[in-house]
């Protein structure tokens, strides 16, 4: 199954995330700022990233754009999770590389059926 990195500043999130994704198969990877964020997906290799848009360091819009311009991580997709609901905040997401901006609280299996599209 994929190896994912999940950033995220929330334990309960990023525990949620780990044990809807592990129940699949999938290998999880977690950190719980922007810049463990950044640092990981440039020393590891992942076939998805999900982030939080909201943390300490450096915020899920500034890890995309670093992502998505660095030439070895540039390909992995990635999922924004995030409580911002606003139109605004779904435009600058997708407008910073994101391939998806999923809101929370979600559902598992919305979660599931949208990290199915890209592993």
Request: hydrophobic share 40%; net charge neutral; glycine share 4%.
């Amino acid at each position: 199954m994929a190896k994912i990195l999940v950033a995220d500043d929330s334990l309960a999130e990023l525990q949620i995330i780990q044990q809807t994704l592990q129940s699949t198969g999938h290998s999880i990877v977690t950190v719980m700022d922007g810049e463990a964020a950044e640092a990981k997906a440039k020393s590891e290799k992942f076939d998805l990233i999900i982030l939080d848009v909201i943390m300490p360091k450096k915020n899920g819009f500034q890890v995309c754009r670093e992502i998505k311009t660095y030439e070895q991580t540039k390909n992995i997709p990635i999922i924004m999770v995030t409580s911002k609901d606003q139109e605004s905040d779904k435009f600058w997401g997708m407008k910073q590389g994101a391939d998806e901006y999923l809101t929370k609280p979600f559902k598992p299996e919305d979660l599931l059926k949208t990290v199915k599209k890209y592993v």
